[in-house]
């Protein structure tokens, strides 16, 4: 692909900037609207400023990968009411040793549950959950928050459905499912032990202690963290009941109802319209009730007679407990469809649409209002996907990627140790600018052409390091990879134990990290 017009060229590598230091620096000075904010900036000023088309941009939104993230969302609320989540905590503390036993755990957990539920899929589900452990064991959450996100990536590059770059290499490559993993896995095995130990090493003070706590306060509270302290506060869409009359709390805001006044005393100013409403009993609802289970219940309460007597009030409606019986087959059924869609991944049917079809049996399932259920799903998670993917697509058009690789590629052979070594941190280079998916759409058949001009063998092999490296590189940075993102924001906005991880945190403990387990795994999938 040529280079763009160099107006064009400029005005899209400024936007991208635009999107890059607001992703990066979420509350910078002279900008401080958060990432999902500029996210939509960047994608707005890609088709303001004539990059690319508004149609191109509708087009670059990467739906599959919003609807598994999505479902995945779903499908976690359910299973945290079904207790895996405390299934899961027994199993990572079970005659655990201390924190860097249970930092092992973890390692090893995410790993495997990414190389089978994808590594987004992952994360979504465990993050709340390592927060939780962390805390009840007097640990500080960020050695835990960096081994979730680093293992789920190196576990996800394990499989084909691992991650969405695994699932274009192998369509594109025609490489099969066995062939695929027994390509990788020896490099997953090994990359995912030798991350284990640069965590350990680098925070092993941190990770003194591990006992836990007698008890754990279950109301939100603003978490701080240590070196970027930044309080965040996740006030969900749900309303709760405030015991004094006439007050409603709606997230984090108090709203106040009033009774209404008599038309007799209030319109003629012979009575006293403070000493009314002070004398004033609430009536008891009659009509217009709307209940909610789990949630607030609206209700309509008549005051007297006439229609203009309506007031409308927030009450508490407490959940009624299902009986013993039926909460175990209740829960047993929330397990069997999540295996359900594992089955359906693992058989490789559609991600997006197998995590949906199992997010909606769930809440069918459920048999009430999905309502509170779908209110805890991070829609602006959602939101700045669909500004990066517009953003990064229309960074493409510049040009500015494919010219790079137009240069580099003489100097990247796989049939060469330099050559693969520059060709890894081109990918590393690429795949933390321009994100994963779109380098591997980008060098996938150059890459594999280039490799089959030698041999078979080594375009199996370039199309094996192209994935290992790609997903690999995800560690590099906070905006390497999906799972890096969905970790950060997933813990900045935990209800309980909000926590921040910033991007220069993750850079200490991902840039030498990911160095070192990419080398690694070169070497095994070489010698494949």
């Known amino acids: 692909m ?3 017009p160099v107006v064009k060229v400029a005005l899209g590598s400024a936007a991208f900037a635009i999107f890059w230091v607001l992703a990066v620096f979420p509350a910078v000075p002279f900008l401080p609207i958060g990432r999902t904010a500029g996210s939509l900036l960047g994608a707005m000023l890609m088709v303001l400023l004539g990059v690319m088309s508004a149609d191109e941009a509708y087009a670059a ?3 599959p990968i919003l609807g598994l993230l999505f479902g995945t969302m779903v499908v976690s609320v359910y299973l945290e009411r079904a207790d895996m989540f405390r299934h899961l905590g027994r199993l990572l503390s079970w005659r655990s040793q201390g924190g860097r036993d249970l930092l092992v755990r973890t390692c090893a957990v995410s790993a495997v549950a990414s190389a089978l539920f994808t590594n987004d899929t992952c994360c979504v589900v465990l993050t709340e959950f390592i927060l939780k452990i962390a805390r009840q064991n007097n640990l500080r959450p960020k050695p835990f928050l960096l081994a979730l996100a680093s293992s789920a990536n190196i576990g996800s590059a394990a499989t084909p459905i691992g991650n ?3 699932l274009v290499i192998a369509v594109q490559s025609g490489i099969s499912f066995g062939q695929f993993v027994f390509g990788i896995l020896p490099a997953t095995l090994v990359g995912s032990v030798v991350n284990a130990g640069i965590l350990l090493c680098l925070y092993w003070n941190d990770l003194d202690g591990g006992k836990p706590t007698e008890e754990v306060v279950a109301v939100p509270t603003e978490v701080v963290e240590e070196e970027d302290v930044t309080s965040h506060r996740f006030s969900p ?3 709760s009941h405030l015991s004094s ?5 709606v997230g984090s805001e108090v709203y106040h109802y009033h009774e209404p006044v008599k038309p007799d005393t209030a319109a003629n100013g012979n009575g006293n319209h403070d000493d009314y409403a002070k004398q004033q009993q609430p009536p008891a609802p009659t009509e217009g009730i709307h209940h909610r289970r789990g949630g607030a219940a609206a209700v309509g309460a008549v005051n007297g007679a006439g229609k203009d007597a309506h007031s409308f009030r927030w009450v508490e409606e407490k959940e009624v407990p299902m009986e013993p019986w039926k909460s175990k087959l209740w829960k047993t059924c929330v397990y069997v469809i999540t295996l359900g869609m594992l089955v359906a991944l693992l058989l490789g049917l559609n991600m997006s649409w197998s995590a949906i079809t199992a997010a909606l049996a769930l809440i069918v399932l459920d048999f009430k209002d999905a309502r509170p259920c779908l209110e805890k799903v991070s829609y602006p998670l959602l939101l700045f996907f ?6 990064v697509d229309g960074f493409n058009k510049t040009g500015i990627p494919s010219t790079f690789w137009e240069f580099m590629e003489p100097y990247a052979r796989v049939n060469t140790p330099s050559g693969m070594v520059i060709l890894a941190l081109v990918i590393l280079f690429l795949s933390n600018v321009a994100s994963n998916v779109p380098t591997v759409l980008l060098l996938g058949a150059r890459v594999a052409a280039s490799a089959a001009a030698i041999s078979p063998a080594a375009e199996t092999n370039a199309w094996l390091i192209l994935a290992w490296t790609s997903t690999v590189a995800g560690n590099l940075s ?10 950060c924001e997933q813990a900045r906005r935990s209800e309980q134990y909000g926590y921040t991880l910033s991007f220069f945190s993750h850079l200490q403990f991902g840039f030498p990290a990911t160095l070192i387990a990419t080398g690694i795994g070169l070497l095994l999938i070489k010698s494949y």
């Open 478 to 487: 906070l905006l390497g990879s999906a799972a890096n993102l969905i970790v």
């Open 245 to 249: 009359l006439g007050s409603e709390v």
């Open 386 to 391: 669909c500004g990066m993917f517009i953003t």
């Open 61 to 63: 939104v990467d739906l």
């Open 2 to 4: 040529a280079m763009e």
């Open 237 to 239: 869409a749900t309303m």
């Open 164 to 166: 969405p770059q695994n």
